[in-house]
Nanobody
Framework: QVELVESGGGLVQAGGSLRLSCAAS????????MGWYRQAPGKQREMVAG???????EYADSVKGRFTISRDNAKNTVYLQMNSLKPDDTGVYYC???????????????WGQGTRVTVSS
């Protein structure tokens, strides 16, 4: 059993900052990808930022230069530092990870329960 638990969401004024954390726990052998998605009210879920185990990262164009993703492999934890927040950043942020539970198991997709971020203007 694998669980992803997010924390760090909340209410912030435009221009402010928040730091999200997501810790993976349970029967984990290997983690490949870890990333963040968000879903705004009435919109589809979209990728915000992601990181591969080797350190490469990717970002949505809308957050480049404002958000930074980082990862602590020893803690199976991924972070999202969000600066210069805008009202358009409002939504529920979900952690996603590709995890194998043994050396012979394929990587599977896991999701956290989501943490809400609200940016007021």
């Amino acid at each position: 059993q694998v669980e992803l638990v997010e924390s760090g969401g909340g209410l912030v004024q435009a221009g402010g900052s928040l730091r999200l954390s997501c810790a993976a726990s349970g029967s984990i052998s290997r983690i490949n990808y870890m990333g963040w998605y968000r879903q705004a009210p009435g919109k589809q879920r979209e990728m915000v930022a992601g990181t591969i185990g080797g350190g490469s990262t990717e970002y949505a164009d809308s957050v480049k230069g404002r958000f930074t993703i980082s990862r602590d492999n020893a803690k199976n934890t991924v972070y999202l530092q969000m600066n210069s927040l805008k009202p358009d950043d409002t939504g529920v942020y979900y952690c996603n990870a590709h995890i194998a539970t043994s050396w012979v198991s394929p990587f599977r997709d896991y999701w956290g329960q989501g943490t809400r971020v609200t940016v007021s203007s």
